[in-house]
């Protein structure tokens, strides 16, 4: 059971380097997200998607950019990495925003990417 | 917008103890489901419990319960019980059920049990 899988799991970038971190999720999850975690701040959304072909920015979305071309797959663009960009980034999915009776809404997340720019 | 609100940053308990996490939230939305996850030090995130604003009875899983009181707008975390590896950081999270919803996260309470 993969659930959801996030790589790299650690990445040093220099100022104005650009890179992809990928996410990838085997359960069927129409819904998914990126979140960042810096330091005494809990997670903020980043961006995130209701289905493939379907993005929408959260809370932190200034110098970063998304796609979704497939169910599974949501990675997650840096342009132009900045030192404010250093932090721990996590992919997550759920069913749906919706609760149900078999479904919480709960997020499911992957094991985080640690970012350094440099 | 929603807005959650983790006024201890850290915790102490001794073992076998238990101990209350405090979490307040702030929402205009009807319906909504109230989280918390667990964060150990290997940084992943662990979810524990969940809470639906409409459940008539508090939630309980294991040694977790959620004191949820809707008028007060709480949901606090009780662990019971308090094991050396509950050590971590915990946080309480809420999406309403309206429309594309995300899940708000508070900025976490440290809990450290000692021995």
């Known amino acids: 059971n993969a659930g959801v899988t996030q790589t790299p799991k650690f990445r040093i970038l220099k100022i104005g380097q650009s890179m992809t971190l990928q996410c990838a999720q085997d359960m069927n999850h129409n819904y998914m997200y990126w979140y960042r975690q810096d330091p005494g701040m809990g997670l903020k959304l980043i961006y995130y998607?209701?289905?493939?072909?379907?993005?929408d920015k959260g809370e932190v979305p200034n110098g970063y950019n998304v796609s979704r071309s497939t169910t599974e797959d949501f990675p997650l663009r840096l342009e132009l990495a900045a030192p404010s960009q250093t932090s721990v980034y996590f992919c997550?999915?759920?069913?749906?925003?919706?609760?149900?009776?078999?479904?919480?809404?709960?997020?499911?997340f992957g094991e985080g990417s640690r970012l350094t720019v440099l | 917008a929603q807005k959650i609100t983790q006024t201890q940053p850290g915790m102490f308990v001794q073992e076998k103890e238990a101990v209350t996490l405090d979490c307040t939230y702030d929402t205009s939305d009807p319906s909504y489901g109230l989280f918390w996850y667990k964060q150990p030090s290997s940084g992943e995130m662990i979810f524990l419990i969940y809470?639906?604003?409409?459940?008539?009875q508090n939630a309980t899983e294991g040694r977790y319960s959620l004191n949820f009181q809707k008028a007060r707008k709480s949901a606090n975390l009780v662990i019971s019980a308090s094991q050396l590896g509950d050590s971590a950081m915990y946080f309480c999270a809420m999406r309403p059920f309206t429309g594309y919803s995300t899940l708000t996260f508070g900025k976490g309470t440290m809990l450290l049990v000692s021995p």
């Open positions: 998607s209701v289905g493939a072909g379907i993005t």
């Open positions: 997550a999915s759920s069913y749906s925003g919706l609760a149900g009776p078999r479904n919480t809404g709960e997020l499911f």
């Open positions: 809470q639906g604003s409409y459940d008539q």
